[in-house]
């Protein structure tokens, strides 16, 4: 396994939540960098991870470490959507320019032609 191939086969449920907040950790990075494809790559790895994080009978939720890990993953993930949301309407917003600029460039050859 590489070191960038996260997996949760016999791990313990606080080996998994690190293993979740890693890829948070990058999630967020790959953000940063406007690397979508990343992210949503590591989005997969990390849905495929959560469910061992929580096994019904434990006493994972009272463990500091967890909370602190949980609160961490919350934190880079509203900031992760941030992100996408300031990317998505900036592709919006560079989009609606090509969209004008074409229609500039119709009418001057239109005009062109005319005239």
Request: charged share 25%; glycine share 6%; net charge negative.
């Amino acid at each position: 396994m590489s070191s960038g191939d996260y997996r949760a086969d016999a791990a313990s449920p606080p080996a998994i939540l690190s293993q979740v907040l890693r890829l948070t950790q990058r999630m967020h990075a790959q953000a940063s960098a406007g690397d979508w494809d990343g992210v949503e790559m590591l989005q997969a790895q990390r849905h495929e991870l959560l469910p061992g994080c929580f096994p019904v009978h434990s006493e994972l939720l009272e463990h500091e470490l967890v909370v602190s890990h949980l609160k961490e993953i919350l934190r880079l993930d509203e900031e992760t959507k941030s992100m996408v949301a300031v990317a998505r309407n900036e592709t919006g917003r560079m989009l609606r320019e090509i969209h004008q600029g074409r229609q500039a460039s119709s009418v001057y050859h239109r005009v062109e032609m005319i005239g």
